[in-house]
């Protein structure tokens, strides 16, 4: 008789409806002995000094000059380079430097403009939406609530955080794609949700660091640790990561 195999269990679980769903990560090993004793905060904050001395000028590297302009340039970084939104945007707000001047253009001329940010269509969309409720609900301006940022179309808590951290001095972790990275692989978070991302990481920073904290792990993002290939060998925070690389 043909003996039986093990089969490994499918990493998902059934939700209510009945649709699979992926777990949340988990680290693949245990945290490295020279961590063990040492509690995750302690860690965070001999980590983020590191990286302070690393990026002594790390700030949001979206160019802007107001609220107004972050917030579009927030909407016009999603799935895009910031270097690529920053080289679309001196044009579009000298063309429309406030929401009334967007309301009134064509869709046709905006996705001209933004269209090397990609997803044009749907980002003109947003961005009307998005002015047509601060020229209504807000006389013209930003709003710094989170509640009131996050009902703007196209604004998520990633947007809003970096709206009221750069903006409004208001802290805010900012769950960008590399922030997501780096907190799994520092092993801050087993989370993917970014909500629960950020939930994870205001738990162990400092509050009035979160805004510096976001700029910090993008920085190292950027420079050091690669999606594809990060470079552990060199890193300044080596000894103090557990490398959960996924
Ligand atoms: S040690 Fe490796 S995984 Fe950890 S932060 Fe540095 S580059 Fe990233």
């Known amino acids: 008789m043909p003996k039986k195999t093990a089969t490994k269990k499918k990493a998902t679980r059934k939700t209510k409806s009945g649709t699979a769903k992926k777990r949340p990560r988990a680290p693949a090993t245990k945290p490295p002995a020279r961590f063990r004793g040492m509690d995750v ?3 965070a904050v001999a980590m983020f000094d590191t990286l302070t001395r690393e990026y002594p000028d790390a700030h949001c590297m979206l160019d802007f000059t107001n609220a107004f302009e972050l917030l579009i340039a927030t909407i016009l970084a999603a799935q895009c380079t910031d270097v690529m939104v920053n080289r679309v945007t001196p044009d579009l707000f000298r063309r429309y ?3 009334p001047a967007f309301l009134k253009a064509t869709d046709e001329k905006i996705q001209e403009m933004i269209f090397k940010t990609g997803f044009y269509r749907q980002k003109t969309k947003s961005i009307k939406k ?16 989170m509640e009131d940022l996050v009902a703007l179309a196209g604004v998520g808590r990633k947007t809003a955080n ?5 903006v409004f001095n208001l802290p805010g972790i900012v769950v960008d794609t590399h922030v997501k990275r780096l907190a799994y692989r520092m092993g801050f978070t087993v989370e993917t949700n970014p909500d629960k991302i950020e939930r994870d990481l205001n738990a162990i920073v400092p509050e009035k660091e979160w805004t510096h904290v976001s700029h910090l792990l993008a920085d190292h ?3 050091v640790c690669d999606a594809r290939r990060p470079l552990c060998e060199t890193c300044p925070v080596e000894h103090l990561c557990p490398k959960y690389l996924d």
């Open 41 to 43: 905060t302690t860690r």
């Open 97 to 99: 430097p406030r929401a």
């Open 130 to 145: 998005c002015c047509r409720a601060l020229v209504d609900e807000h006389d013209g301006e930003v709003p710094s609530a």
């Open 162 to 166: 970096c709206v009221r951290g750069n």
């Open 221 to 223: 993002g950027r420079a």
